[in-house]
């Protein structure tokens, strides 16, 4: 990369600085940072050329073009962070970039004490919930740390374990030794039809994963991904866009449908309910902090309602538990969790 580009001399200067998840350039003097939960305006300047540079530098880093006909890029930087630049055809000014910050900082739940407002109970609750292979699917609205807390419950996973992850850009980061990383566009800016999340889904049923891991689900492949939960591939995990556990539900619902089956309501739901059996919710809270909003357990049916129970909400800045035991209490007894975990909370 050039080190005389004045875009690239930025974020270097920035990746030295503590608690920057993003990074937003709107024009070259209109350049935000998201620190700690708090959009500040830098009071720095970068010139047209020097923005133009960078984008193309971008594009040749990811391997995409970068022109009239591709005016989009949704990619990454060399320290793994996610970045999104919309060319200035379809803006007023320069290019606007987006850059969500890989933290680098956070490595484990335990070496990240209260990340996402969890206490010690939570964090305990939260491993066990990925040791003992629950299906989990973190749900929460844009920025809100999904892909951040995705890492962080990778970090629980046993090495003996052989997983298999799907994201349309890379941004997962975790070290376990038999794992399959997929792409959905490719490596490569030559491929005329690059294949689909649901395409790389259906042939990780081939793989032999013990945990298959889908970066965010967007579309039809939510209904390969629930065939795949329901069939042996216990401990899966992904994320969803959605504001509350209940809307999680529904627009899974959604893209369930997208399969194109002609499948009712009942039926769709009664997969839901026995494929998904935990859903972490993400919020901020009022001074913008990243926390862990609810701690949903899937409970069955009841007539053609999938029932929902909290086991734990963040209330008044304090993570705790509602009282209520989670029905596979004595599967996650089976690896940890102590019978009294849920007394006194």
Known sequence: MDAS?????????????????????????????????????LNVKTTADDIMGFCKDVAKFNKVNFN????????VLPDGSRINIISQTYTTSAPAITIRKYLKSIRTF??????FG????????????????????????????????????LQEVSPAERIVTIEDTKELQFNLPNT????????????????????????????????????????AEAFDLLQAMNTGHDGSMCTIHANTPAECLSRLENLFLFAGFDIPMLAVRQQLSTAVDFIVQLDRDRDGKRIVRKISEVSNME???????????????????????????????EYGLSSDFFLDT
């Open 303 to 333: 007539g053609d309602r999938i029932l929902l129970q909290d086991v734990g909400v963040h209330e008044d800045g304090e993570a705790i538990f509602t009282g209520l035991v989670p029905k596979r209490m004595k599967q996650l007894m």
């Open 110 to 115: 335990d070496e990240s004490p209260g990340i």
């Open 68 to 75: 009239l006909n591709n005016p989009i890029i949704d990619g």
């Open 118 to 153: 969890l206490n010690e109970k939570w964090k305990v609750f939260i491993q066990t919930l990925v040791q003992s292979k629950q299906n989990i699917i973190i749900s929460g609205g844009t920025g809100n740390g999904k892909t951040t807390f995705m890492n962080l419950m």
């Open 180 to 219: 399959v990383r997929l792409v959905s566009k490719g490596t490569s800016s030559n491929i005329e039809q690059p294949l689909t999340i649901r395409d790389l889904l259906k042939n990780t049923l081939r793989m032999r994963p013990d945990r298959i891991i889908i970066g965010e689900v967007r579309g």
């Open 5 to 41: 580009n004045s875009v690239w001399r930025l974020l270097n200067d920035l990746s030295t600085k503590k608690g920057i998840s993003e990074v937003i350039i709107n024009n070259i003097d209109n350049i935000y940072i998201e620190r700690d939960g708090e959009l500040i305006r």
